[in-house]
């Protein structure tokens, strides 16, 4: 599969209006080639970051201009801004793979200085001015432009184009979502918190199309709110457009599920058909802790509605986040089994330690709780199927009875070595 690497896409958060719009067309210039969003305002940066995704942020360290300051900080979703400092903090809670640079005039200031050390993860610097010479500003930024670039291909949202998801396998398929809808959670979740509970979000192209409709919403500038969803015709219209692939993520809180099943409709009859897989894999956690958290009834009444990809996500994820009791063990499988899920045995965290020949990989299982690791032999075609195709290479094993009481066997990759989205994963076996 081959990547496409958009234009990187820059925020500059800048307050005085001269020089945001000096380093707006000095980044825009083709020698650079950044793809610059340069918001006038405070609330307007705040917009800016959760209705787009960006591959990087650059920041002015002081916003005397927009009225912020040590004497007039403002709150942003329980953020006390008081700088571009603090607000460089917060892009990075919702955006952690998105480098970040300070361009300012100010950086040898003791006190600035401390809160930049303060940060605890990497940052870059551009003094102001600007350089004259167009070579010097690429050569500055190259280190700030390489991590950029690496943000924009390990981006689920914008990496990769809609004709290229068609050639995935529906097993890396659903991986991709589960990488996208893991890594994006934080900005979703701030979204959340600034315009009110709403049931899902539509992105496209690192852009937010549109929230559904929940309870208590306010409408943020150039949001669209939509009552239903739409067809697998126009998403496919929407994303052929756009040559990127439509994400849809659901709310997660436990006290939304309820508003998040009705929009979706009795057995998911409201949800596009591509996009059912999706809403079985966003809600499994959540209706997994809803199970052992004692609400059994409620949350396995909405998993018998998912589709058979959702239902075994929801087992497994019963079956990780089980205490380990017996009894715990024993009422998990017959509340399962008389609503429709599949039962899990057990979930091995497995990796190919060797091909060998045309036909087989002997690969080392080790059960999800730990213990000691076998070594057993593995259809090499099959688990290639299924997108893991080399030495060294992790995946989950999963071992499961169905509802007709046949044993079954789920693979599903965790880490890939090569150019592709599934290289990204935060740890190598790690489950969120």
């Known amino acids: 599969m081959t990547l496409t690497t958009n234009t990187t896409k820059v925020v500059v958060v800048e307050d005085e209006r001269k020089v945001r719009t000096d380093l707006k067309a000095v980044l825009q210039r083709p020698a650079v ?3 610059v969003r340069a918001p006038q305002s405070l609330q307007g940066t705040v917009n800016q970051l959760l209705l787009e995704r960006s591959d990087g942020g650059m920041f002015d360290t002081r916003l005397d201009e927009w009225g912020v300051g040590e004497f007039k900080p403002e709150k942003v979703n329980g953020h006390i801004i008081k700088n571009g400092i603090d607000l460089a903090a917060f892009y990075r809670e919702i955006n952690e793979d998105a480098p970040i640079c300070f361009h300012s005039s100010f950086l040898d200031d003791p006190h600035v200085r401390q809160q930049i050390d303060s940060l605890g993860f990497k940052t870059y610097e551009f003094r102001k001015p600007l350089p004259t010479d167009i070579r010097e500003v690429r050569e500055e930024l190259r280190p700030f432009s ?16 809609a004709q290229e998801y068609r ?9 991709l979502y589960k990488m996208a809808f893991r890594r994006n959670k934080p900005w979703v979740d701030q979204m959340i918190k600034v315009w009110g509970d709403f ?32 067809t697998d015709a126009e998403m496919a219209a929407a994303a052929a457009k756009a040559k990127n692939f439509f994400f849809i993520f659901w709310n997660t809180k436990a006290d939304m599920l309820h508003k998040v099943f009705k929009q979706a409709g009795p057995w998911l009859g409201n949800v596009p058909a591509s996009a059912r897989s999706f809403f079985g894999l966003s809600m499994a956690k959540a209706l997994a802790r809803l199970y052992l958290g004692g609400e059994r009834r409620e949350s396995l009444t909405w998993a018998a509605e998912l589709d058979g990809v959702g239902k075994l996500e929801v087992a497994k994820y019963v079956f990780k986040l089980m205490p380990k009791s017996k009894s715990v063990a024993r009422q998990s499988e017959r509340d399962l089994a008389e609503a429709g899920l599949p039962v899990v045995a057990e979930v091995f965290k497995a990796e190919v330690r060797k091909i060998e020949g045309r036909h087989t ?13 076998v070594a057993e032999p593995f259809d090499l075609g099959r688990l290639q199927r299924c997108g893991v195709k080399y030495e060294d290479q992790m995946f989950e094993y999963t071992v499961y009875e169905g509802m007709r009481g046949d044993v079954a066997t789920n ?22």
């Not at 390489?146 to 184009?161: C, F, G, H, K, Q």
């Not at 050639?167 to 991986?175: A, F, M, P, V």
């Not at 990989?361 to 999800?368: D, F, H, S, Y």
Request: proline share 5%; aromatic share 6%; hydrophobic share 30%.
């Open 146 to 161: 390489d991590e950029m670039i690496n943000a924009n291909r390990s981006n689920p949202l914008v990496s990769i184009t």
């Open 33 to 35: 080639g950044f793809d």
């Open 361 to 373: 990989a002997w690969v080392e299982l080790r059960k999800w709780g730990g213990g000691r690791a």
């Open 411 to 432: 693979v599903e990759p965790t880490v890939a070595h090569e150019g592709n989205p599934f290289d990204h994963s935060p740890e190598r076996g790690a489950e969120e």
């Open 167 to 175: 050639t995935l396998t529906s097993n890396e398929q659903h991986r």
């Open 199 to 230: 049931t899902c979000v539509a992105l496209l192209d690192g852009k937010v199309q549109w929230v559904g409709d929940g309870h208590k919403l306010k409408r943020a500038t150039g949001l669209k709110v939509r009552e239903r969803y739409p």
